[in-house]
């Protein structure tokens, strides 16, 4: 497997921190690809009612769990969508009979806009 697990970036931290994908969705014409492709180790803040968040890029991001990376790719390429994932690039398609990647924490960087543009491409899709 050519996939590479996100990776520390060597700083000391006195409290927990995770290591996690920066997740981007870029939306064309035709469908949306989600690219796994930034690694980061940040520490973890525990916001009441959010959850857990890390900072990232001086802005606060929710820290999603593993299963919830498999279950967007799965879903994502069910709906005709692309994946790319960090490492020596793992790429899936829709194509993929048994996609294999291995799921990491991740926090989503992608914008409002790109989500709902996706929303607007794959139903044209069907």
Do not use: C
């Not at 000391?12 to 980061?40: C, I, M, N, P």
């Not at 996609?99 to 491409?121: G, H």
């Amino acid at each position: 497997m050519d996939q590479q697990a996100p990776k520390a970036d060597r700083r000391y931290r006195v409290h927990r921190s995770a290591k996690f994908y920066v997740a981007d969705l870029g939306v064309g014409t035709g469908g949306g690809t989600w690219s796994f492709q930034e690694s980061a180790e940040r520490v973890v803040h525990l916001v009441h009612g959010r959850g857990e968040v890390v900072t990232y890029k001086n802005r606060h991001h929710l820290l999603r769990p593993p299963e919830e990376m498999e279950r967007l790719i799965r879903d994502h390429l069910a709906l005709g969508g692309y994946v790319m994932i960090s490492g020596l690039p793992i790429s899936l398609s829709p194509d993929d009979r048994k996609p294999t990647f291995e799921p990491y924490a991740w926090i989503d960087i992608s914008s409002a806009a790109a989500r709902d543009r996706l929303k607007q491409v794959l139903p044209t899709r069907a």
